[in-house]
């Protein structure tokens, strides 16, 4: 049993905790605050704006067809771990490339934690597409990403999203990239405004390829042509 005594006490520190004026407020929200330890990565992390530590795209055989890392421009030496890019050379990416591929070549998942980093994929006919980011990095966020670049490169490609398309239109795949992730910042996810901004002009619209018709005749007349103007050019 909970003597009297003791909820007496009770009652007497609630009442003391509890703030009366504005300055005892602050004071009140300043200990607490200082209670929970928050650290300098804790508190920056929700702020930091690079999200996307890269992308990458690898064929059937393990072989890197696109791939495109991230560091911010002006880095922070104080900064958290975490935010420091730990990718610096060819071998340490291609390392990271052979072992996610290798966890994911036989998973029928599309999220994969490896190596301190959080990994998305989607895979098509005989390659997949990796978007990687911080371990604490919101996983809807990438997935948003890895979502609207694969949408974006299918219409690109007219739904042919396969290893001979990607290389035969590698500029187009880039390109779309750039559109979605800006050195790590995500910068759009609607997959139908990437592929408008990356889209090749049409022809001129004065000009209707199909009309012309390419026979006999027209070679002649084309031949006849050359042959006037080269003869007023001796002549003159």
């Known amino acids: 049993m909970v003597s009297r005594s003791s909820h007496s006490l009770v009652a007497r520190l609630s009442s003391d905790q509890r703030p009366h004026t504005s300055v005892s407020n602050g004071k009140f929200?300043?200990?607490?605050?200082?209670?929970?330890?928050?650290?300098?990565?804790?508190?920056?992390?929700?702020?930091?704006?690079?999200?996307?530590?890269?992308?990458?795209?690898?064929?059937?055989?393990?072989n890197r067809l696109f791939a495109k890392y991230y560091q911010p421009a002006h880095q922070d030496p104080k900064a958290p771990p975490m935010f420091k890019h730990p990718f610096q050379t060819l071998k340490e990416q291609r390392a990271f490339e052979s072992g996610i591929w290798e966890k994911t070549r036989r998973a029928t998942g599309d999220i994969?934690?490896?190596?301190?980093?959080?990994?998305?994929?989607?895979?098509?006919?005989?390659?997949?597409?990796?978007v990687i980011g911080p371990e604490g990095e919101n996983e809807l966020m990438l997935q948003s990403v890895l979502s609207a670049y694969y949408d974006a490169v299918s219409l690109l490609l007219r739904h042919q999203v396969e290893k001979r398309a990607i290389l035969e239109n590698l500029d187009?795949?880039?390109?779309?990239?750039?559109?979605?992730?800006?050195?790590?910042?995500?910068?759009?996810?609607?997959?139908?405004?990437i592929a408008s901004r990356v889209s090749r002009p049409k022809p001129d619209a004065g000009v209707n390829l199909s009309d012309i018709t390419i026979n006999e005749q027209?070679?002649?007349q084309a031949f006849s042509t050359v042959r006037d103007k080269m003869a007023q050019r001796i002549l003159s």
């Open 218 to 220: 027209t070679i002649m």
């Open 29 to 62: 929200i300043r200990e607490h605050c200082l209670s929970l330890q928050l650290t300098p990565s804790s508190a920056t992390q929700n702020l930091f704006l690079n999200s996307v530590t890269a992308v990458v795209l690898i064929d059937s055989d393990g």
């Open 172 to 193: 187009l795949v880039v390109l779309a990239l750039d559109e979605t992730v800006d050195n790590g910042i995500i910068l759009e996810t609607d997959a139908v405004a």
């Open 112 to 130: 994969l934690l490896f190596s301190q980093h959080l990994v998305l994929y989607k895979a098509s006919i005989d390659l997949t597409f990796y």
